[in-house]
């Protein structure tokens, strides 16, 4: 991204975080921040806040962790509540490989 003053997106870093995660489940945090371009430790947080909301599931296996997404989860505004998780990563992944389906 560039450092203008439209250097904006129209999804939030969680949704970035959640669309990364489904394309890899076992996206190790490092990596999945440097793809959204944030921290790993507001990668940390984020995912954090999206296993409390039970959007996703984190389960360890060995050393590293494994991600499940819950897709029938609803978005949380009001303007979006009527579609689920599923709905929108289906939306943004549609026609690209992914790892979890």
């Known amino acids: 991204m560039t450092d203008t003053p439209h250097n904006w997106t129209f999804l939030s870093n969680y949704a970035h975080v959640l669309i990364c995660l489904a394309d890899n489940p076992d996206a190790r945090l490092r990596d999945v921040a440097d793809r959204v371009g944030i921290t790993e430790r507001t990668a940390f947080r984020l995912v954090g806040e999206l296993e409390e909301a039970g959007v996703i599931e984190r389960a360890k296996?060995?050393?590293?962790?494994?991600?499940?997404?819950?897709?029938?989860?609803?978005?949380?505004?009001?303007?979006?509540?009527?579609?689920?998780?599923?709905?929108?990563?289906e939306t943004i992944l549609h026609g690209q490989p992914t790892t979890n389906h």
């Open 61 to 89: 296996e060995g050393r590293r962790n494994h991600y499940v997404i819950n897709r029938k989860a609803h978005l949380r505004h009001a303007i979006e509540e009527h579609c689920t998780v599923g709905e929108l990563l």
